[in-house]
């Protein structure tokens, strides 16, 4: 069974349409968003539009949680919002769909005879806007994971792409972005996730070209801050 696993595009549009460009020809069985969907660039309803139109099932990020804090303003106001134009654009739609989003999903399978989970979160099991780094203590986030009984935990946020083992049960996957890496690669990220029977766990990191000028340019034209475009082009 492939499972394609992807996150953090952030008003993107051209990353997320080469993103979803390559992994129609991936096949995958199933795929997952594990939110922040919105932020950072121009195009926040052009992605959940089409994430809605898929039906692809998806988690709240702590990027679309801005919107509960952001009212509804008028076009005439939207030119002095800054950084926070990215939240106001969003329709209100939109909005109530960003709202509703579940905090996690788990998956359950049978590999090899044995009980196998799968968590998918944001920021970690606990909390959306915590970070589950490659470096954070392997007992503590053994702990996180046995709360929820899971043996793969697959999250987000950081933008940081990592596969960590932390003892023969346990593992954690952070699928990196889509739309705004940070991990000094400016390619779009995502992961393809492969089970069977044979090779239980077999994790597939794949990175893609997008036109980073034009998603660059999209936020240089609007009234976000012009870091934000460089950081695409650096990959910070």
Request: include cysteine; glycine fraction near 6%; aromatic fraction near 8%.
């Amino acid at each position: 069974m492939k499972i394609a696993l992807f996150s953090d595009i952030h008003a993107n549009l051209p990353a997320f349409e080469a993103f979803l460009k390559d992994l129609d020809n991936k096949k995958a069985d199933a795929i997952y968003c594990l939110g922040d969907l919105v932020g950072y660039n121009v195009w926040p309803n052009e992605i959940i539009n089409e994430i809605r139109k898929r039906g692809i099932a998806t988690l709240v990020g702590n990027h679309d949680l801005k919107v509960k804090a952001l009212p509804q303003i008028s076009k005439e106001e939207l030119d002095s919002t800054g950084k926070d134009y990215a939240y106001h654009i969003i329709e209100p739609d939109n909005r109530a769909y960003l709202l509703l989003l579940p905090s996690h999903i788990k998956l359950e399978f049978k590999l090899n005879g044995k009980e196998f989970n799968i968590l998918m979160v944001h920021g970690s099991p606990r909390s959306v806007v915590e970070y589950v780094l490659e470096n954070t203590d392997s007992v503590y986030v053994e702990e996180l994971m046995n709360e929820s009984s899971a043996n793969l935990l697959c999250v987000g946020h950081s933008h940081k792409p990592y596969h960590r083992i932390i003892n023969p049960d346990k593992q954690v996957i952070n699928i990196g972005s889509v739309g705004k890496p940070k991990d000094g690669n400016p390619q779009g990220c995502y992961v393809l996730l492969t089970l069977d029977d044979v090779n239980p766990i077999n994790v597939e990191f794949i990175r893609f070209d997008y036109d980073i000028e034009k998603a660059a340019k999209g936020i240089e034209e609007s009234p976000l801050p012009d870091e934000f475009a460089e950081r695409l082009r650096e990959g910070v």
